[in-house]
């Protein structure tokens, strides 16, 4: 039976005696400390719709991007672990959607209920704090309402082909504390007309555990352009106090308006799914733009039929007739003579060694796993997208290696609708986990990869966080950053942008969130796409405490421009920037990022002022991005000249050492 161990660090799990061994393994499967229960809030406030005017405008790649501040909420914990869906554009009405806890308090109005922020022109002006969901009642005992409301996700109803806004409903699914699965056990969802925000009119149902059904932490949502909305959960038992055992079955729903149009209504169904000892860390669902192909995706260890040499890893179940019927299990596998060939080769053969394979290792038999969390989109002809986290898996037992040089973010896809995989690495991460807060009150950031599309599934944009200053020990100095893609023509967007570089988001863009729909508006001249992808972070009020509240900022305005009707983009070495070395002065280790697509070496060599060469680097990586980290620790202080050669093109800059 799976269990969910609550109480144990995430970090030094699961070691492995090698001598050769120079990392050790963390444990592949999630620290799942989602259930735990925060402290409750000290004071009680009340906010209601307002019109916001808190914004900062900055330039970047010659346009203006704004920063908008909109809701907030009472703490950090509805939005921590796997990256859900909590941010919704929706390009046929020009509107987009946040969705989150309210401000604190320990009753009715407090944190536990659920509201929205809306905008119906493009992410410019928004109506912040439209309350849609109400706990149930007080409940003494535990110091929380009953049927708190909890790691709310939420988005944009459209029946099909309207084109109004005030058409539209805005919908929110979310789990609840009503003690009938432990503490947890109950889901609530409803609608609200997207533009009725003063007086907002939500429905409210509520769901508990019972028949069968145990409830606790969806982490898949979405809705299709036809109109209907689907989640997907695993089904929890209570195995006493913090654990819980998986029983083998998912809860999937799918959710439509009701005959009146006033409210949406849910119908479940129980789903045989792998086995009650196999885990599960995080699972999604999308859907093509017709709503008729979709995809489960289940990230999972499963031991009761391992995959040669793949330990955690994508298992789908595909419909093609809108979720009428699923097919049987997909196993996405990694590494063995039938594993994907780029995964494979991709790491040197230092990695390899430092995970603790032998010298003269076979590739072939060689471990993958993925962890901790993934994203999922469906492109214009039904292939899934599958990202996240690829390191080598641990030879001894089950785990991963999420270091730098060992772990790269991966765009997995399937060109012929789940049959055969491929992979481009897309970054290598510098950090993979960040913690904040302190005792008992730690909460997890992790790398939160999302994908998002056009809305016709033809450009797609994946996008990641990491920490990149020199001063970052973890993952705990946030920028987004983020690549296009082009569906029909396998290229991508040039180099990976760092999104809140330089603005005041730099450093600090917590939990930063995608949505699964990005706006797209034809630039006829330059026979562009302009695509702009709507992202939301958190801002701390009290820095590093995920207990206080909380603020939520839009970034309005980030575009990437996909060119229209090429036959190839060619990533070539013209396209590869390199970037000030940072931090500079440096006195440390100090990065230089090497971003743009190229399968030829990157050569990297640094001189001194006499042209004396005292440092030295070379990869041949394939990744959109990667990091030269140099320890100038035993350099002498001055001025220095570092060369970034690939192919026949050299780019020189200047760093300073302390």
Known sequence: MKKILLFILVFGMAYTISAQNARKAVSAQKLNNEVLMEPPASSVSTVVGTETDDSFTTTQNGRNITFIKIGSAGNAYGYYSDPRTYVWADPTINSVVFTHRMLGGTEMEGNSRIAYDVSTDGGTNWTDNVQVYTPLGPDPGTGYPLAAGRYPQGGILNPEGNTDPANAFYTYFICTLDNSNANWGGYAYGVNPLTATDPATPTQTNLTTEDGYYRLIPDAFTITPQGVAWYVDGNYISAGGTNYDYSGDLILGRGELNDDGNDIVYVEQLYSFLEANDTIDDYKIAFSADGQTGYICVLSYVRSNPTPFTDTHPVLLKTTDGGESWSDPIDVQFGGVDGIESIKNYFPDSAIINAGYPQGFNRDEVYYSMGFSIDLIVDENGNPYITGIITPGDPGSRGIYPYEGMMATWNLYSEDGGTTWNADALYDPIWFEGDFGSGTNIIQQYNRPYVSSTYDGHYLFFSWLDSDLDVAEQNDRPNIYVIGYDVEDHTYSGIVQNVTLFTQAWNRAFYGSQSQYVFANLDEGNQVWNCEIPFVYEEF???????????????????????VGTDEIKADVNSVAVSQ???????????????????????????NMLGQVVYTDQVQSGAQVHNFAVNVSNFDSGIYLYTVKIGNKTTTKKMMVE
């Not at 309005?556 to 421009?561: C, E, F, H, K």
């Not at 931090?583 to 050569?603: E, K």
């Open 541 to 563: 009020t009290v820095p590093g405490d995920p207990t206080e509240p909380c603020d939520f900022w839009y970034i309005d305005g980030y575009t990437l421009d996909m060119p």
């Open 581 to 607: 070395n940072q931090p500079n002065p440096a006195s440390g280790i100090t990065h230089i990022l090497v971003s743009g697509q190229t399968d030829l070496q990157i050569q990297l060599t640094v001189s």
